[in-house]
């Protein structure tokens, strides 16, 4: 399991003071983002060669209400996914309480949108 911890900023939230729904994906993007640079996967390495991760679905819940000046905890592990794709699951939480809940996969695709397999390399750090 991967963990990285945010706060929630002003610029996070809406009119009625709790965070704005789609800052949920910015908050897990960042987390997966550094998680793979923690794996030692240099991602503009990966596009100078023609490669890029890409999002290809997310189910998400949202259970309960972040506000201003939180500190919020994201959780991701991962699932069983294939040789084309990763799939992880990523909690982000305040304390032990699930606030948002997501299903994630990613491909990996050529520079022109292509799918392709994950390099072997990338699999076996991310497992």
């Excluded at 009119?15 to 789609?22: F, M, N, Q, S, T």
């Excluded at 240099?42 to 596009?47: I, N, S, V």
């Excluded at 040789?83 to 939480?93: E, N, T």
């Excluded at 491909?107 to 072997?120: D, E, H, N």
Aim: aromatic letters at 10%; one cysteine or more; glycine letters at 6%.
């Amino acid at each position: 399991m991967h963990v990285f911890d945010l706060r929630v900023y002003y610029e996070d939230t809406d009119l009625a003071g709790i965070v704005y729904y789609a800052n949920y994906l910015r908050f897990i993007e960042r987390a997966r983002s550094e998680w793979v640079r923690e794996l030692g996967i240099d991602q503009a390495q990966m596009k100078a060669e023609g490669m890029v991760f890409a999002v290809r679905r997310v189910e998400a819940d949202y259970l309960l209400p972040a506000r201003y000046d939180d500190q919020l905890r994201v959780e991701t592990t991962m699932q069983p996914g294939s040789g084309a794709r990763l799939v992880m699951r990523q909690d982000v939480k305040r304390g032990d309480t699930i606030l948002f809940s997501a299903i994630v996969t990613i491909i990996c695709m050529t520079t022109q949108g292509v799918v392709c397999r994950l390099p072997a390399v990338i699999r076996q750090a991310m497992t």
